[in-house]
Nanobody, 124 residues
Framework: QVQLVESGGGSVQAGGSLRLSCAASGRTFSGYVIAWFRQAPGKEREFLGAISWSGGSKRYADSVTGRFTISRDYAKNTVNLQMNSLRPEDTAIYYC?????????????????WGHGTQVTVSS
């Protein structure tokens, strides 16, 4: 079983940047696809992006393409989400999720393990 812990959330002004990290507790991410989702109050959980274990396959949602970047840090055993040019509509709880496999899926139902989330607030 994979236990995921997100960190790096906080409050920033519009146009600013944040870097979120997802760490696996007690094991490595070997063989897992890692994805980032977010959920704003009153809205459905939204796929942001995902990366394969090798890092060779990535997918992003249209809403964040060009602003958000997912990367793996194998030495630290983390998956990071670099968020630039943040907007007030990016305010949400951000979650990382893991799926054992090779397909980089966009649906939340494809992911078996989830972190508890970290709050990101962007003020105008």
């Amino acid at each position: 079983q994979v236990q995921l812990v997100e960190s790096g959330g906080g409050s920033v002004q519009a146009g600013g940047s944040l870097r979120l990290s997802c760490a696996a507790s007690g094991r490595t991410f070997s063989g897992y696809v890692i994805a980032w989702f977010r959920q704003a109050p009153g809205k459905e959980r939204e796929f942001l992006g995902a990366i394969s274990w090798s890092g060779g396959s990535k997918r992003y949602a249209d809403s964040v393409t060009g602003r958000f970047t997912i990367s793996r840090d194998y030495a630290k055993n983390t998956v990071n989400l670099q968020m630039n040019s943040l907007r007030p509509e990016d305010t949400a709880i951000y979650y990382c999720a893991a799926d054992r496999g090779y397909s980089v899926a966009t649906g939340s139902q494809s992911y078996d393990y989830w972190g508890h989330g970290t709050q990101v607030t962007v003020s105008s």
